[in-house]
Every structure is written in C-alpha cells, then in structure tokens.
C-alpha cells in the first residue's frame, strides 16, 4: 500500500513548489557573500538592517494577538509533557527546523529554555533566522534536540530529516510532530533516519489539530 496519500504527495509538492521559488528568489536578492552562519544575521547580512527593524515591529503586532497566544501556549503544553518525559529541560540546546513565524521558539523560551534557536527558510526576526532546512548553517552535533512541526511540507524529506539528525549530538533527540498517521506512514517517516532510533510515538492535539509525535534517539554516527 502506498502509504502516502495522492492529497498529501499533492501538498507536498506544492509546498515545494512555493520553497523552491522563495529559495530562488533568496538566491537572486542576497549575494554568495551573506551566507548564513551560526552567528547569523550579523556582519554579512547588515544591509538588510531597515527591514528587518519592521519585521519586528510588525512581529510585535502579532504576538499581541489571541490566535498566537493560542497557538503558542499549545506548543508549551507539547513540550511540557516532553519534559515530563525527559526529552526535554531547561539546560537543553534546542533547533526548531522550520519554525515559520516563531510560535515554537517562544514557547521554548517563555518555559524557561535559555538556548533555543529557530530557522525557516523565510526569517522571522527576532525567533526566526532565515536558514535552508536542507541545507542547516550549524556543525554536527552541536544541539540536544532538533524539533520540527512541518515535515511534511518538505520537498526533501529524507533531505530535511539527514539535515536534522546530523546536527543532533550523540544520545541526542530528533522530535517531529507530523499528522495524525498509522504505522506504515510512521515507519516511513523513521526509515528517513540512519542512525536513530524510535524511542517513543504517541498522538497529540495541537489546537485543533490531531497529530503524531514520534521522538528519535541519535545512537551512531554514520
Ligand atoms: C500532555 O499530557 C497529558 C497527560 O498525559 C495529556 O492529557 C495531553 O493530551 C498531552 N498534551 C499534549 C499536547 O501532548
Ligand atoms: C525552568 O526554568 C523556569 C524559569 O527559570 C522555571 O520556572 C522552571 O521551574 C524550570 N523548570 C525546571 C524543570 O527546572
Ligand atoms: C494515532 O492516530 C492514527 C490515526 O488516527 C492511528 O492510526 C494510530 O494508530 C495512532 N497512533 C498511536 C500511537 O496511538
């Protein structure tokens, strides 16, 4: 049984689609030399200064709205019961791949997280930096936990998920929220990793959304 739906592969397809063209258009607007780095968006990146100033201001307009209150307080309670089990604590690093407009990061931080960093290939300042997921600007291993709420808008998704797990340290977690899905999608989903293993899978509601969790344990290096 094809274990991915003709809707789903059509969704993904677009979203690619929409990420190519943003990519292209990244590729065309900023040149070779504001290469995205750990240290991102300083030095390189300082011409675009001005407008990231507004999309700060503007940012701050939608933090102040119910929708993201909601929406980030669903993440914190998520997260809380990762912590209850022990994936999870204040101490840890963590990279929420691609975080969108931030609702993630700031749950994470608001728990008490000191290091959390957020990347999507759309920067949302000042939650968001602007990084490829296939293509992460961090070392290997270098993180406790990568989480991600949207693999499935992923044109790469064995990309995104080798990206993911490289960056995570030793013993480290990948943590992916997906949809709501039976076995066959799940192993699909696991069959991306190489050198994890499924540790715990579990269903969750994210506000109005039914979903799955599935959290995997970096064991090797490949
Ligand atoms: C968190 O855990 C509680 C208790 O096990 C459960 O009722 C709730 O649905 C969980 N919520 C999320 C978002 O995981
Ligand atoms: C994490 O830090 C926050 C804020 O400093 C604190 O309120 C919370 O109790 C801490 N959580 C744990 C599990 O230590
Ligand atoms: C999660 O929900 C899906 C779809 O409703 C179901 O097929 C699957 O068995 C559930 N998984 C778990 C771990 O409960």
């Given at each position: 049984m094809?274990s991915i739906?003709?809707?789903?592969?059509?969704?993904?397809?677009?979203?690619?689609?929409?990420?190519?063209?943003?990519?292209?258009?990244?590729?065309?607007?900023?040149?070779?030399?504001?290469?995205?780095?750990?240290?991102?968006?300083?030095?390189?990146?300082?011409?675009?200064?001005?407008?990231?100033?507004?999309?700060?201001?503007?940012?701050?307009?939608?933090?102040?709205?119910?929708?993201?209150?909601?929406?980030?307080?669903?993440?914190?309670?998520?997260?809380?019961?990762?912590?209850?089990?022990?994936?999870?604590?204040?101490?840890?690093?963590?990279?929420?791949?691609?975080?969108?407009?931030?609702?993630?990061?700031?749950?994470?931080?608001?728990?008490?997280?000191?290091?959390?960093?957020?990347?999507?290939?759309?920067?949302?300042?000042?939650?968001?930096?602007?990084?490829?997921?296939?293509?992460?600007?961090?070392?290997?291993?270098?993180?406790?936990?990568?989480?991600?709420?949207?693999?499935?808008?992923?044109?790469?998704?064995?990309?995104?998920?080798?990206?993911?797990?490289?960056?995570?340290?030793?013993?480290?977690?990948?943590?992916?929220?997906?949809e709501a899905c039976s076995d066959e999608k799940l192993a699909r989903?696991?069959?991306?990793?190489?050198?994890?293993?499924?540790?715990?899978?579990?269903?969750?509601?994210?506000?109005?959304?039914?979903?799955t969790?599935?959290?995997?344990?970096?064991?090797?290096?490949?």
């Open positions: 094809d739906s003709h809707s789903s592969l059509n969704r993904i397809a677009y979203a690619g689609l929409i990420i190519a063209s943003i990519a292209a258009l990244l590729a065309i607007t900023n040149p070779r030399t504001c290469k995205p780095s750990i240290s991102f968006p300083h030095a390189s990146c300082q011409t675009n200064l001005r407008r990231v100033t507004t999309i700060e201001n503007k940012n701050k307009k939608l933090w102040s709205t119910k929708e993201w209150r909601k929406r980030v307080d669903s993440f914190k309670e998520l997260f809380h019961n990762l912590t209850a089990n022990g994936f999870l604590s204040n101490d840890s690093k963590v990279l929420c791949v691609s975080a969108g407009a931030g609702h993630e990061v700031m749950a994470l931080k608001e728990m008490g997280l000191k290091n959390v960093d957020g990347v999507e290939i759309v920067g949302s300042p000042p939650l968001v930096k602007r990084a490829d997921p296939h293509d992460l600007p961090f070392s290997g291993g270098v993180f406790d936990v990568c989480y991600s709420a949207h693999l499935a808008e992923s044109l790469f998704p064995s990309r995104f998920v080798s990206e993911i797990e490289r960056t995570v340290r030793l013993m480290g977690f990948c943590i992916l929220t997906v989903v696991t069959g991306f990793f190489r050198n994890s293993n499924l540790v715990f899978v579990g269903n969750v509601t994210l506000g109005e959304d039914e979903l969790q599935m959290v995997m344990r970096r064991e090797s290096y490949s």
